[in-house]
């Protein structure tokens, strides 16, 4: 239909132009200028059309895209299998690999109650697991550390530098054509001056006493109004100076106020740390809300969701806690998943105060560099803290404005002194012309002027003004020299310039990948840290309790893989046979590689509307009788009568780790070189903007059945192309489905 409208139209234009020439048949032969603008008309008219037809046929040629930006999210995995019930549910007692058994206190086949002592660990083995750990926990710390240093740099980027060589030529070029302008200006005067000498010194050899006076008199009021003139014009040249300095100073006193109170806020938690924790702990507050940009109301919602998720924490502690003393059949699932619960608030409490616990890191570095008086630690703890609050990014960039700020205030400062100097000589210059005039009147007044000596002297002051017009000569011929180059050395530097800026544009790619891996490095270091500060947890316990592990449930002891003085390993444990119904869930061996012991296991009777939730006891990994490779899983049913053999339908639930760039499954694309993404970005074009298909090369991390988590150049600006209703390629132009 759009078509036919279009054809139409043009069909209607073209119909107009051949009435117009009809009806100019009968009429006197026409101009060849004539003729020719009627072909002109005729000629735009039909661009016009072939146009509006090119973009009609645009539109519907041009795949149409739809696009999201990346964001930051958590992968689930599901694994769905089939669960069959058993008669002979077992608990799997591990223990934490490679920890020497010091005692065995059971026997395969022996009854044992909850709360029976089952082994007894290698003392000095507990004692080295939980050293080891501590200082794994250490180089965790360090490692995240050095992984959030490692992004800044000591040296301005090329483009910064660049620029700065661009304004230091430009302002050379302005300070050589200020000198050629000042060269000519006094060349003017002098030229003035020169003029005004000859006519004196014929003044005084022709004119009487009384013309000479009466002209003098007129001399003295321009000579006076001019240096109020210029007095004027030096005030406000100066005021205008002094408020550069003013905004110059106000600038670079903002950016160094935060750093001041930053180094404040640091020096007064070291000093009353031990001797009034109020004090210490307010220091540490202000810390954390300069990192909100000072922004109270966020910092107040930040400590609100955080005692909310302690409240969590708390609560998940509880909970563990009663599930360890409930005694009921249920037992030894209620602890695994009250247990994970207890881990996974942690975690989450531990993303959510990131840059708090980095902040509290290097406060805490800087206090031990203090008191070990290390000088060089003292700096990378401080430069720490302030990436910590600013942002790695943010505070490069806080560097770069408090580098600018000063150069400009020394600028203005250095132009303001030159200024002064200068409208002293100017205001100099015109005192002496008054007071050279007054002189000739007061002469006058008093009977001692003498034609001959006045014209003398103007005579005198004529040659050298002469001369001086001869030397500002010179100087404008140099200075036009010194302009030339300067321009040369500007337009380079510009070149220069320009040639960063792409260079920069075409780095960015690497820089923000740089970037992004450095971010999701530093947030894996986090949780890790947190896992193994939780297994330090649990060597403490462990140690406290004598390295002793009891039954942690009623049973009878089917298998032991553990050996008296022998370590453990990561397939040894105790099996109990609880005498209850248990479920044992067949996976495909892709699924099982995502699931660990504790992690729920929901499961649905046919027909039935209530699911249950059970804990993953054991995962091994077979084939089945057709070869396939699978995973056997295995949990202890809740209390209740089942039938062995009955099957019920299994999915297993799993969220990963928070990745801080993921994409639609459908925006991942790969080709001989690997995997890529397509972004949209605008061109300029004679014809208007235009979005055109951009290739992103990535590497895909981690997947589910929706999102993918990559590593590449991506941002939360990019538009990247998760659907299109044909087929789109890298370089196609593109347009965004309404």
Do not use: W
Not at 345 to 374: D, Q
Not at 447 to 476: F, L, P, R
């Amino acid at each position: 239909m759009r078509f036919t409208n279009i054809l139409e139209t043009i069909r209607k234009d073209i119909s107009k132009v051949n009435q117009i020439r009809e009806s100019n048949k009968d009429e006197p032969q026409t101009s060849l200028q004539q003729k020719a603008k009627r072909l002109l008309i005729g000629f735009f008219v039909l661009m016009f059309a072939l146009t509006v037809l090119s973009k009609a046929a645009d539109s519907i040629t041009i795949a149409q895209v739809t696009t999201q930006p990346p964001k930051g999210s958590m992968l689930t995995f599901v694994a769905n299998g089939t669960g069959t019930i058993t008669a002979d549910a077992k608990k799997y007692v591990k223990v934490m690999e490679g920890i020497g058994i010091d005692k065995i206190n059971v026997k395969v086949g022996q009854e044992v109650k909850k709360g029976d002592l089952l082994v007894i660990l290698d003392p000095s083995d507990l004692a080295d697991a939980l050293e080891t750990a501590n200082r794994e926990a250490d180089k965790l710390k360090n490692q995240m550390e050095q992984e959030e240093l490692s992004t800044t740099e000591s040296q301005l980027p090329t483009k910064d530098k660049a620029k700065f060589a661009y304004e230091s030529a430009k302002q050379d070029l302005e300070s050589a054509e200020e000198d050629l302008k000042e060269a000519k200006k006094t060349y003017k005067e002098k030229a003035k001056e020169k003029k005004t000498a000859e006519t004196d010194y014929k003044n005084a050899l022709t004119k009487n006493i009384n013309q000479i006076y009466s002209d003098k008199t007129d001399e003295l009021k321009e000579a006076k109004a001019s240096y109020e003139s210029v007095s004027l014009a030096n005030e406000e040249s100066l005021n205008t100076a002094l408020e550069t300095i003013r905004d110059a100073k106000n600038t670079l006193d903002a950016l160094q106020e935060k750093d001041t109170n930053i180094r404040s806020n640091l020096e007064t938690y070291n000093a009353y740390q031990n001797s009034d924790k109020d004090i210490a702990e307010e220091a540490i507050n202000h810390l954390i809300l300069a990192a909100f940009g000072d922004d109270s109301d966020a910092f107040d919602k930040y400590k609100d969701d955080k005692e909310a998720l302690e409240t969590k924490v708390s609560r998940a502690n509880d909970d563990y806690i009663q599930a360890q003393n409930m005694g009921s059949e249920n037992y030894e699932n209620a602890v695994t998943a009250a247990k994970r619960a207890v881990q996974d608030a942690k975690k989450e409490l531990a993303i959510y105060c990131k840059k708090e616990n980095l902040i509290r890191l290097y406060v805490t570095k800087y206090t031990t560099a203090i008191s070990n008086n290390n000088s060089q630690d003292v700096d990378n703890a401080v430069t720490g803290l302030y990436q910590s609050i600013y942002g790695t990014t943010g505070y490069k960039k806080h560097l770069n404005a408090l580098a600018a700020a000063q150069d400009k205030l020394s600028q203005a400062t250095s132009q303001h002194d030159a200024l002064q100097k200068k409208n002293t000589i100017a205001l100099s210059v015109e005192q002496d012309k008054i007071d050279k005039i007054q002189k000739v009147l007061t002469s006058i007044d008093d009977g001692t002027y003498d034609s001959n000596n006045a014209a003398e002297a103007e005579k005198q002051t004529a040659q050298a003004a002469k001369q001086e017009m001869e030397t500002q000569k010179q100087t404008i011929r140099t200075a036009n020299k010194v302009i030339q180059t300067a321009k040369r050395g500007m337009n380079s530097s510009k070149f220069d310039y320009e040639r960063a800026i792409l260079q920069d544009n075409k780095s960015k790619e690497t820089e923000a990948k740089q970037v992004e891996a450095s971010k999701l490095r530093v947030s894996s270091a986090l949780l890790d840290l947190q896992a193994k500060l939780e297994q330090v947890d649990d060597l403490k316990a462990l140690q406290q309790n004598k390295g002793k592990i009891k039954a942690e449930v009623t049973g009878t002891v089917d298998s032991i893989t553990l050996e008296a003085g022998k370590k453990t390993t990561a397939d040894t444990s105790i099996i109990i046979n609880t005498g209850s119904f248990g479920i044992l869930v067949t996976v495909s061996k892709e699924q099982g590689e995502y699931v660990s012991i504790g992690d729920e296991i929901k499961l649905t009777a046919k027909g039935k509307k209530d699911d249950i939730k059970v804990n993953v006891e054991g995962i091994r990994f077979t084939t089945d009788s057709q070869k396939n490779e699978i995973a056997e899983i295995t949990a202890i049913m809740p209390k209740g009568d089942y039938i062995p053999g009955a099957t019920l339908t299994a999915s297993i639930t799993k969220n990963s780790d928070l990745y801080d760039v993921c994409i639609p499954l459908t925006a991942v694309r790969s080709d001989g070189a690997g995997s890529y993404c397509l972004i949209t970005q605008t061109r300029n074009t004679v014809l208007g903007d235009e979005l055109l298909a951009v290739k992103v090369p990535i590497q895909v991390i981690e997947k589910d059945a929706t999102l993918a988590a990559v590593d590449g150049a991506l941002s939360k600006e990019n538009n990247v192309i998760i659907s299109s209703n044909k087929n789109v390629s890298e370089g196609n132009r593109v347009r965004l489905k309404q």
